[in-house]
């Protein structure tokens, strides 16, 4: 029976113990011409892996004592499931450590014995790289001319088969794609769960193991993929329950507010304008030009006392007070203010960074459309965009482009009831940064906003089956005439869970045959 390799921990602080061995690696191989003008910098999961295999491949006794000294993570980091998929090389592994480990009596069942065993080898392997010119020898066998693998990944991902069985494939990163927005529309029971669930895992599985991997933000309205018992979702996702963030449990690790210090004044009266438009927006409630400027001016009353630091929704709640003539009046900005005072949703300064991790915000406790859940959203998906603004345009080959982040909302009808400035700003601004979306909700109609064309900047407008649909939102679709809509509306009606229907391209192009196509969408969970 083959040894299952999964939901094993990490030895505590294995990273830093191949650290050493890392740098002489990347300092070997930047000996020769970089990659797309990049030095090479190899990912720990590519390290951990090159030594898994060194260790697996000496022969010996093994010291079972030193395999139950090792110490596994404290904080219960996982072993992404790619590590032991990669290369199809699983299929070794298991019969190498039985032949290892075959005097030694292992319950190779129990996870903690087997993630201590799999962390000796690891470690075996790197003292056996540092000693000698066994580094230079492994990476001929092992590395050689798979270098170019740490390029930027091909993603073209499988999502599932066309009728008649041929492959179904997004092109997510190719230089001829315009964009890789995806807008999915589906009712209760569809799949759409499923659906997300597979676009992630294949984006991460692809990268995970490059020099760019595709990271994501996920805000988990239902619940279900921070569920404890869906956790084996996600191995699927390359992560572990660390990227779950529970704002009922602890406050997010971000901060809302924008860093000002040293910027011109005009930027700060910008933001401020925005941010109160935003924050009006947020509830249902009419609110009065006058109350949206007073709250502007609140902001900057706070930045002002920071010296253009951020701060907390606290202080601006009591600079906006200071402001009314009557400071115990609760108007409805007061009322939103204190909501998210009162919740701490938020970290008063970033204590992580919300570009380089992967993170599920576990939502399902808060009302779907009230001001705490839309308010968590709006500030993280607007730190998005100011940290995207930093950063350098997106890399490329004459093949496909970097993909950095996908943003993921399901549910997102919530979103987009309002001018959502930030999510207008990540879908027409963000592309050339890698940086994308993926919005889920239960009909295509959420998506026609008077705020902004979701339609026209989405490369994937995706339809499972719903109970409605508008024949002008099928319209701006495809460009039908009525025997097609007739065609299409029953072609929708007849899809099944995991089911839907994708524009055929060639065909609207060239007005030649059925303008969509249908996929049965693989199943990962």
Same mark, same amino acid.
């Given at each position: 029976?083959?040894?299952?390799?999964?939901?094993?921990?990490?030895?505590?602080?294995?990273?830093?113990?191949?650290?050493?061995?890392?740098?002489?690696?990347?300092?070997?191989?930047?000996?020769?011409?970089?990659?797309?003008?990049?030095?090479?910098?190899?990912?720990?999961?590519?390290?951990?892996?090159?030594?898994?295999?060194?260790?697996? =491949?000496?022969?010996?006794?093994?010291?079972?004592?030193?395999?139950?000294?090792?110490?596994?993570?404290?904080?219960?980091?996982?072993?992404?499931?790619?590590?032991?998929?990669?290369?199809?090389?699983?299929?070794?592994?298991? *019969?190498?450590?039985?032949?290892?480990?075959?005097?030694?009596?292992?319950?190779?069942?129990?996870?903690?014995?087997?993630?201590?065993?799999?962390?000796?080898?690891?470690?075996?392997?790197?003292?056996?790289?540092?000693?000698?010119?066994?580094?230079?020898?492994?990476?001929?066998?092992?590395?050689?001319?798979?270098?170019?693998?740490?390029?930027?990944?091909?993603?073209?991902?499988?999502?599932?088969?066309?009728?008649?069985?041929?492959?179904?494939?997004?092109?997510?990163?190719?230089?001829?794609?315009?964009?890789?927005?995806?807008?999915?529309?589906?009712?209760?029971? =569809?799949?759409?769960?499923?659906?997300?669930?597979?676009?992630?895992?294949?984006?991460?599985?692809?990268?995970?193991?490059?020099?760019?991997?595709?990271?994501?933000?996920?805000?988990?309205?239902?619940?279900?993929?921070?569920? *404890?018992?869906?956790?084996?979702?996600?191995?699927?996702?390359?992560?572990?329950?660390?990227?779950?963030?529970?704002?009922?449990?602890? *406050?997010?690790?971000?901060?809302?507010?924008?860093?000002?210090?040293?910027?011109?004044?005009?930027?700060?009266?910008?933001?401020?304008?925005?941010?109160?438009?935003?924050?009006?927006?947020?509830?249902?409630?009419?609110?009065?030009?006058?109350?949206?400027?007073?709250?502007?001016?609140?902001?900057?009353?706070?930045?002002?006392?920071?010296?253009?630091?951020?701060?907390?929704?606290?202080?601006?709640?009591?600079?906006?007070?200071?402001?009314?003539?009557?400071?115990?009046?609760?108007?409805?900005?007061? =009322?939103?203010?204190?909501?998210? !005072?009162?919740?701490?949703?938020?970290?008063?300064?970033?204590?992580?960074?919300?570009?380089?991790?992967?993170?599920?915000?576990?939502?399902?406790?808060?009302?779907?459309?009230?001001?705490?859940?839309?308010?968590?959203?709006?500030?993280?998906?607007?730190?998005?965009?100011?940290?995207?603004?930093?950063?350098?345009?997106?890399?490329?080959?004459?093949?496909?482009?970097?993909?950095?982040?996908?943003?993921?909302?399901?549910?997102?009808?919530?979103?987009?009831?309002?001018?959502?400035?930030?999510?207008?700003?990540?879908? =027409?601004?963000?592309?050339?940064?890698?940086?994308?979306?993926?919005?889920?909700?239960?009909?295509?109609?959420?998506?026609?906003?008077?705020?902004?064309?979701?339609?026209?900047?989405?490369?994937?407008?995706?339809?499972?089956?719903?109970?409605?649909?508008?024949?002008?939102?099928?319209?701006?679709?495809?460009?039908?005439?009525?025997?097609?809509?007739?065609?299409?509306?029953?072609?929708?009606?007849?899809?099944?869970?995991?089911?839907?229907?994708?524009?055929?391209?060639?065909?609207?192009?060239?007005?030649?045959?059925?303008?969509?196509?249908?996929?049965?969408?693989?199943? !990962?969970?």
């Amino acid at each position: 029976m083959n040894i299952e390799f999964s939901n094993l921990r990490q030895a505590e602080q294995i990273v830093d113990e191949l650290m050493e061995l890392k740098n002489k690696i990347e300092q070997r191989l930047n000996l020769a011409t970089a990659i797309d003008g990049k030095c090479v910098t190899l990912n720990n999961n590519t390290v951990m892996r090159i030594c898994f295999l060194t260790g697996l =491949s000496l022969k010996g006794p093994r010291d079972m004592k030193a395999v139950e000294t090792i110490v596994l993570s404290k904080t219960s980091q996982r072993m992404v499931p790619s590590f032991f998929t990669k290369n199809d090389l699983g299929k070794i592994y298991s *019969p190498l450590l039985k032949l290892r480990y075959a005097d030694n009596g292992v319950n190779w069942e129990e996870q903690a014995a087997l993630s201590r065993i799999v962390a000796y080898e690891i470690l075996c392997g790197r003292d056996y790289l540092m000693s000698g010119n066994h580094m230079d020898e492994c990476l001929m066998t092992q590395y050689g001319s798979r270098r170019k693998a740490l390029g930027i990944p091909r993603l073209n991902i499988a999502i599932g088969t066309y009728d008649g069985e041929m492959e179904a494939t997004l092109d997510l990163n190719g230089r001829e794609v315009n964009n890789t927005q995806i807008l999915i529309a589906g009712s209760t029971g =569809s799949g759409k769960t499923n659906l997300l669930a597979l676009l992630v895992s294949r984006m991460r599985q692809q990268s995970i193991d490059s020099n760019y991997p595709v990271r994501f933000l996920l805000f988990d309205y239902k619940g279900e993929f921070s569920d *404890p018992q869906n956790e084996a979702w996600l191995t699927h996702m390359e992560v572990d329950r660390t990227a779950i963030l529970d704002p009922m449990q602890h *406050p997010l690790p971000f901060s809302p507010f924008r860093d000002f210090t040293g910027c011109n004044i005009t930027e700060v009266n910008l933001y401020s304008t925005e941010m109160a438009a935003a924050l009006t927006a947020l509830d249902n409630t009419k609110i009065s030009a006058n109350m949206a400027n007073r709250l502007s001016e609140a902001i900057m009353d706070a930045y002002r006392q920071t010296g253009y630091r951020p701060f907390d929704f606290k202080r601006l709640l009591t600079c906006y007070q200071a402001r009314q003539k009557d400071a115990e009046k609760m108007d409805s900005i007061s =009322s939103v203010l204190s909501q998210i !005072v009162r919740s701490n949703i938020f970290a008063t300064q970033d204590e992580a960074s919300i570009v380089d991790g992967c993170y599920i915000v576990k939502l399902d406790s808060f009302p779907k459309d009230g001001v705490l859940a839309k308010a968590i959203v709006y500030f993280l998906v607007s730190k998005l965009n100011t940290v995207y603004e930093q950063l350098p345009p997106q890399a490329m080959t004459e093949e496909c482009v970097e993909l950095r982040h996908f943003t993921i909302i399901d549910e997102a009808h919530y979103m987009l009831g309002f001018d959502n400035r930030p999510l207008r700003n990540l879908i =027409s601004v963000g592309r050339n940064k890698g940086m994308s979306i993926i919005l889920a909700t239960q009909s295509m109609d959420s998506y026609r906003s008077k705020y902004f064309d979701f339609y026209t900047n989405a490369q994937y407008p995706l339809i499972m089956k719903q109970q409605t649909i508008n024949d002008s939102v099928l319209r701006d679709l495809y460009g039908l005439n009525a025997r097609e809509m007739q065609e299409l509306r029953q072609d929708i009606a007849s899809l099944g869970k995991g089911e839907l229907l994708i524009k055929n391209q060639d065909a609207y192009l060239l007005g030649i045959g059925k303008k969509w196509k249908k996929i049965m969408v693989t199943r !990962v969970i």
